[in-house]
């Protein structure tokens, strides 16, 4: 079983919808949630990340964690074509105390916005 | 303040050539961690290190692939013997310091292909 879960896609939406993008995981030791975003040819970026479990919101984000379902999911409103990208979850895991750096990650969703 | 550099950013070798990805770190960034990215895939922890030090290599094949981080310019991915299996995108993040959640950037990448 893979620690982190994600469903591929493609996840294909018009202009204007709500889009919700999902992982799950399996290592309780996780602590802090992120999703990053990645264009084509690109390397990914941070969107945002949340500590345990809740809600937070950043703009048109938001982003919910589940920790005793250990699911966590990404919701963006008002979904614009320049969100066309695929999404990866991650985790950081802080190793000996070493580094939050060492990152697991989700497969990713292909996500396309369509005007 | 430029971002995390990789080059080059395509790279086409024949079965059994070395392959060498640099990876220049954002400035003042003293930790730089490698992840693989598969086709279908998501990105897979390599290596991190640290100036002169690897300090976690658990995601490393145990053969042909090799990583350091000199005093003195970039960090370098070296995979001897290429196989078409080391077709991949190759991706170096770097952060300051004793990573806290958030502070690591992701360079673009370099596409390996094995012909």
């Known amino acids: 079983q893979k620690e982190v879960e994600q469903d591929p896609g493609p996840l294909s939406v018009p202009e204007g919808a709500i889009v919700s993008l999902n992982c799950t995981y399996s290592?309780?030791?996780?602590?802090?949630f992120m999703w990053y975003r990645q264009y084509s040819r690109k390397g990914p970026e941070l969107l945002m990340y949340?500590?345990?479990?809740g809600n937070k919101e950043d703009g048109r984000f938001t982003a919910q964690v589940d920790k005793s379902s250990k699911y966590i999911s990404l919701f963006i409103r008002d979904s614009q074509p320049s969100d066309s990208a695929t999404y990866l979850c991650?985790?950081?895991?802080?190793?000996?105390?070493?580094?939050?750096?060492?990152?697991?990650f989700g497969q990713g969703t292909i996500l396309t916005v369509h005007p | 303040n430029a971002g995390v550099m990789q080059n080059p950013r395509h790279l086409v070798r024949r079965r059994g050539q070395e392959a060498r990805l640099r990876c220049s770190p954002m400035?003042?960034?003293?930790?730089v961690y490698w992840y693989r990215q598969l086709p279908e895939e998501g990105l897979k922890f390599m290596v991190y290190?640290?100036?002169?030090?690897?300090?976690?290599e658990s995601g490393m094949p145990k053969e042909r692939f090799s990583a350091e981080f000199p005093k003195e310019g970039p960090s370098i991915l070296r995979i001897q013997q290429v196989v078409r299996g080391d077709s991949a995108a190759y991706f170096c993040?770097?952060?300051?310091?004793?990573?806290?959640?958030?502070?690591?950037?992701f360079g673009p990448g370099t596409r390996l292909l094995v012909l």
């Open positions: 993040a770097s952060s300051p310091g004793l990573a806290a959640v958030g502070t690591q950037y």
């Open positions: 290592n309780s030791a996780f602590q802090y």
């Open positions: 949340t500590y345990s479990s």
């Open positions: 991650a985790m950081p895991l802080n190793s000996g105390g070493t580094s939050y750096g060492k990152l697991t």
């Open positions: 400035k003042g960034h003293s930790h």
């Open positions: 290190l640290q100036k002169e030090n690897i300090i976690d």
